[in-house]
């Protein structure tokens, strides 16, 4: 009994494994079906999508037709083709290519029956290689060229010698037959040219000559040891070389703060300092300039300059500055709060010939940066503007006056509002002032009634000089601030 219930069991669990994989296999098959649909509707999509651009590139062309037709075509080409000797043979008359070579072969046949055996052809003649059997040795004459010329040793040493031979034939020629050059002479006038025979062989020969009074008497050329030549000492010469030679000066020249000796040719001062090998940087100063034409009474300057730059952290403390605003009421006054700073300084020697000639002092950087105290000053009545600097502070007791048309002060100029009068004991007249209350007032008038720190200002009208009375004010005397 429990045999059975195990067969039964094992039985069971084989059925459900089948049922499991069938199960299985159905589902591979179906999810294969979908992907075929699937790849079958892109292909159609994607022949559509080019049957529409065919349409467009090329419409009612028939393409399906056209394929057709070039198929039969290279059909009917390949049904046929040619035989060695020409002739044209169709498919069907030759048949394989096994039958086409059993037909060639009675071919053969047939014509050895006719003509009978193929005679055999001579062969060439045969090519002797010269350098296997070389040629036999010339034989000379006579004695001589037999002992030079039948030894291969000899002929060698005959070779070099005929080289030897004229090789100095050649030398003692250059040597001894003179070559005409062509001198040219540059001066500061003008430029002159004459031809010079010499058996010298270089441009430096022809110089050295030259020095020494070789040039003949009737020549115009007159070469002095200190003329310079333009041209390369080891060039060689010959007829036609031309050989450059500048007219040289003495020239007094100052060259680092001392006094110099320069010799001057026609050119500029940077050719002539290159001649003299006077060596010069970028921050030389140079006299004349170097691009400049020199002449007989010439003087080179040239200074050197060295700079020696040092950095130093510093306070730098508010500046107090005074500004005249016509943009604001006149007689009113703001103060603009400002704060010190420190920042990092160059201080720039320069030395001329080794002489200290002054330093330059920059900011590098700011570590805090310092902003001004601003006393802002208003003088919209007269427009007077820019920056001014306080020379005196004090309290005036200030009074007004006014004038007709055409009343001038005792500087005999017009007096007006901006105007004021001063005891020039105290303030000093053609003095600039801003009053409290007024702004800003030119001293060119006086007062019998003006002493000490009283100062009239003028007022446009009477009416003015009463409303403003007797008053107790802040002045300031200020001059301009110079750049």
Not at 4 to 20: C, D, Q
Not at 316 to 327: F, G, Q, R, W, Y
Not at 332 to 350: H, R
Request: net charge negative.
């Amino acid at each position: 009994m429990a045999e059975e219930k195990k067969a039964e069991t094992i039985s069971t669990e084989e059925n459900n494994k089948k049922e499991e994989f069938k199960l299985k296999r159905e589902t591979i098959q179906l999810e294969r079906e979908e992907l075929r649909k699937k790849i079958a509707e892109i292909l159609e999509a994607n022949y559509e999508r080019l049957e529409r651009e065919a349409e467009k590139l090329a419409p009612g062309f028939d393409y399906e037709k056209e394929a057709e037709e070039l198929k039969a075509e290279e059909e009917a080409e390949l049904a046929a083709f040619e035989w060695a000797d020409g002739t044209e043979k169709e498919e069907s008359e030759v048949g394989t290519v096994e039958a086409a070579v059993a037909e060639a072969a009675e071919n053969e046949a047939e014509v050895a029956e006719v003509e009978g055996p193929a005679k055999e052809k001579p062969l060439p003649p045969a090519k002797v290689s010269h350098s296997k059997y070389p040629k036999p040795k010339k034989e000379y004459k006579s004695k001589a060229a037999r002992a030079i010329l039948g030894d291969r040793n000899n002929r060698v040493l005959a070779a070099a010698l005929l080289m030897l031979v004229i090789f100095t034939g050649y030398q003692a020629w250059d040597y001894l037959v003179p070559k005409t050059v062509s001198l040219v002479y540059t001066t500061y006038d003008g430029m002159s040219q004459a031809d010079y025979a010499t058996k010298a062989r270089t441009a430096g020969d022809v110089f050295d000559e030259l020095t020494a009074g070789a040039a003949p008497e009737s020549s115009d050329i007159k070469i002095s040891d200190n003329d310079l030549m333009n041209t390369p000492k080891e060039m060689p010469v010959a007829n036609g070389t031309e050989i450059d030679i500048l007219k040289a000066t003495e020239a007094k020249a100052k060259i680092a703060g001392k006094k110099s000796t320069l010799w001057l040719v026609p050119g500029t001062v940077e050719d002539n300092l290159k001649l003299n090998e006077v060596s010069y940087d970028e921050d030389d100063e140079i006299k004349p300039a170097l691009d400049k034409s020199v002449d007989e009474d010439t003087k080179i300057t040239v200074n050197e300059i060295h700079y020696k730059v040092k950095e130093k952290k510093e306070e730098v403390e508010a500046v107090n500055k005074v500004i005249l605003d016509p943009s604001m009421t006149s007689g009113v006054q703001e103060t603009e709060e400002g704060n010190d700073g420190e920042g990092i300084f160059t201080y720039t020697t320069k030395y001329v010939n080794g002489k200290k000639k002054g330093t330059k002092r920059e900011v590098k950087e700011w570590i805090t940066e310092p902003h001004d105290n601003v006393l802002r000053l208003g003088t919209s009545a007269t427009g007077n503007s820019g920056e001014y600097i306080v020379t005196m502070t004090f309290t005036a007791n200030t009074t007004a006056y006014t004038a007709g048309p055409g009343a001038r002060g005792a500087l005999g100029q017009a007096v007006h509002v901006g105007t004021c009068a001063v005891d020039p004991r105290f303030v000093s007249l053609r003095s600039e002032l801003w009053v409290e209350g007024y702004g800003y007032a030119y001293a060119n008038d006086t007062g019998g009634a003006v002493k000490g720190n009283v100062v009239d200002l003028y007022m446009s009208s009477r009416g003015q000089c009463i409303s403003w009375g007797r008053r107790n004010v802040t002045a300031y005397v200020i001059v301009p601030e110079e750049d």
